[in-house]
């Protein structure tokens, strides 16, 4: 392996770019080790390749109605049901947004900011693989019928980006061990809950780790390459909202359900409060114990608030979830941010100059 990457090296011109290839090779995902690192990608490709080969051979087994009906005897027992149902709100779409604004407001805005984004399209892309297979949801006594489809497991799916994308980036032991609990407990809480079956699981890990690999050679490939335009802020902002005003519009009137016109909703909402925070007053996350205690209960709380009590006084429509979505997005990046450095919970970031403008000041 270190090898290869020599060559590599060697055969790229003194300050040439680095090709996407190369770019994805000298990156470190599990291990600064690489002895470790190539251990680790292969083992997990090796583990892909099982998982697909699981399904293809062993579909209709994985996909038997009594032992479902067998696991979801557990939850009989009360505790048990209340146990299961924890396991499984870590795969929610409110428990992955209370885990990511944490981050967001507590720790590391931009790795919170990247993480949302990576939420949201893998609910489009599983929103897309639910669609194409249509598979029917088991059939057990006493378990509600959810109106989706079953194939993939869209919570498997989630919590195995969401935390495997953390996990890399943190690349932190103990985030590995939480990391792979998360995505264990909640494939089985979605099973005893009777709402999936193990092939539905297998099909969540399987297209979770497909899209981790497009997402991380999707930077991959963009951090190798050295043009970063810098827009004017309204120019961007305006950019934005045309962008997801045609995805609304195009969402309303070709893709069924509510999910998508939430999803578009939010995304605008966090990707136009990240641009408005990062150019007009630039949050820093970093505080003491106490301040982000703060800033967790009442960023949560109004947050939880927009998301479901204020449902219940907007008029029903999908024009009033977009705007609510949009409105929890906001919140999340830009005015929440903005109250905590307003009220002293949090400072702000000193802006660097544009180089245009140091250049001004040089100039004589």
């Known amino acids: 392996m270190a090898k290869r990457i020599e060559y590599l090296q060697l055969q790229r011109p003194h300050g040439g770019e680095r090709s996407g290839y190369e770019a994805v090779m000298n990156r470190h ?14 083992l997990i490709w090796v583990a892909a390749a099982l ?13 038997h109605n009594e032992f479902i009906i067998r696991l979801n005897e557990w939850t009989r027992h009360t ?27 507590c ?22 693989l639910k669609e194409a297979f249509a598979e029917p949801r088991p059939d057990v006594p006493g378990v509600e019928l959810l109106d989706s489809h ?26 590995w061990i939480c990391a792979a609990a998360a995505v264990s407990l909640v494939g089985l809480s979605r099973m005893v809950l009777g709402v999936h079956f193990p092939g539905d699981i297998i099909g969540g890990l399987l297209f979770g780790f497909l899209f981790l690999v497009l997402v991380f050679g999707f930077r991959a490939r963009l951090g190798s390459r050295a043009f970063r335009p810098h827009l004017p802020s309204p120019v961007l902002l305006g950019a934005l909202a045309a962008i997801f005003a045609l995805a609304a519009l195009l969402s309303a009137r070709h893709i069924p ?20 925070q990062n150019e007009w007053f630039r949050f820093n996350p970093q505080g003491r114990w ?19 009590p204020l ?21 999340a990046t830009c005015l929440a941010p903005l109250i905590f450095t307003l009220t002293g919970l949090a400072a702000r970031e000193e802006r660097p100059d544009l180089p245009e403008k140091q250049a001004e000041y040089q100039s004589p």
């Open 107 to 128: 720790m590391d805005k931009s790795l919170g900011f990247r993480a949302m984004l990576v939420l949201l399209f893998a609910g489009i892309y599983t929103h897309f």
């Open 150 to 175: 079953a194939f993939p497991s869209g919570h498997t799916l989630s919590v195995m980006v969401v935390w495997g994308y953390l996990a890399v980036r943190l690349q932190h032991r103990i985030f």
């Open 257 to 276: 359900g509510e999910d998508p016109l939430k999803v578009v909703g939010f995304l605008a909402g966090t990707s136009l409060g990240y641009v408005m």
């Open 290 to 308: 106490y301040q982000h205690a703060l800033k967790l209960a009442v960023g949560l709380v109004v947050l939880l608030v927009i998301v479901n």
């Open 51 to 63: 998982l697909a080969l699981a399904l293809i051979v062993f579909w209709e087994p994985l996909r």
């Open 29 to 42: 995902y599990f291990s600064t080790n690489w002895r470790r690192e190539l251990f680790w990608r292969r």
């Open 311 to 331: 449902k219940a006084i907007l008029p029903p429509g999908s024009v009033w979830d977009l705007a609510r979505y949009t409105l929890a997005g906001l919140w």
């Open 79 to 105: 505790a048990v049901y209340y146990l299961f149902r924890a396991f499984t709100f870590i795969g929610d779409d409110e428990g992955h947004v209370l885990l990511i604004t944490a981050i967001y407001w």
